[in-house]
């Protein structure tokens, strides 16, 4: 019977070792995949920002050449958009206050 019970600790031995390794394994893999997602988190808003930006210079353009559509005179058409991208700039300075 002594010898059964000393089979018992050592297989129990075995497995508790394995579910240690396992458990050291998955916190392992955990970590990875928190790194991973903090990383595609980063990537997103680094994409919504140049999204955002690329969209305003849309914008821009596209006012742009309304305005010269509008007006024969091209010197006053582009002082109006540096105003109106001044005005712009400056709202977004305020917004990131």
Not at 39 to 52: P, V
Not at 57 to 65: T, V
Request: glycine letters at 2%; hydrophobic letters at 35%.
């Amino acid at each position: 019977m002594e010898v059964e019970q000393k089979d018992i600790v050592v297989t129990l031995k075995d497995k508790v070792k394995k579910l240690l390794s396992l458990y050291n394994d998955l916190k392992a893999e955990n970590a990875d995949l928190k790194n991973q997602t903090e990383k595609q988190k980063i990537t997103i808003k680094n994409k919504e920002t140049e999204l955002d930006f690329l969209k305003n210079k849309y914008n821009k353009l596209k006012l742009a050449k309304s305005l010269l559509a509008s007006t024969g005179d091209s010197h006053d058409a582009k002082i109006k958009i540096n105003g109106i991208v001044r005005e712009i700039d400056k709202c977004i300075a305020l917004l990131n206050r």
